[in-house]
């Protein structure tokens, strides 16, 4: 089965009609190894098709996010971020002032989450979570600065 095949199948089961401006969305998030911008999403659907509205591109965003399919996420600097979901869940460390992202295990934020239920009774949806701070090497910096 060819990637686009793939991409037609999980939108089948995700429920999704399945449309050319959509498998390409898709496309360009699965293929991307990392997060991109909606307008990096518009700019690669828009070479292989030019005729793609911006809008239809922030719809099919929003409803491939609302399935799950991507993760949607705000790192802090104004943009929101997309990235194809292989796994269910998916979660980041975020530094507020390099920028820096990383991956923050499923086991703390599992933590995170039974610790939540036990203390309050709260089932937290924790399926995608963005945790922003100061990174180490921030830290860092700022104590060597004397901040």
């Known amino acids: ?24 969305v898709m496309e360009a998030l699965r293929h991307a190894g990392d997060h991109l911008s ?27 996010r609302d399935s799950r399919l991507i993760s949607e996420t705000t ?7 997309y990235e194809w979901l292989e796994e269910r869940s998916h ?14 295990s499923d086991e703390v934020v599992a933590g995170f989450a039974k610790q939540l239920s036990d203390a309050h009774g709260f089932n937290a949806d924790l399926q995608h979570l963005a945790v922003p701070g100061i990174c180490a090497r921030c830290s860092r910096d700022s104590e060597a600065a004397g901040e």
């Open 1 to 24: 089965m060819t990637s686009r095949e793939e991409s037609a199948e999980t939108l089948r089961r995700a429920g999704h009609r399945v449309t050319s401006a959509k498998l390409l």
């Open 91 to 104: 979660h980041h460390l975020v530094c507020s002032q390099c920028g820096a992202v990383d991956e923050l």
């Open 38 to 64: 909606a307008t990096s999403v518009i700019d690669q659907v828009r070479r292989d098709a030019p005729h793609v509205s911006e809008s239809t591109v922030y719809r099919t965003l929003g409803a491939l």
């Open 75 to 81: 790192f802090g600097h104004g943009e929101v971020a």
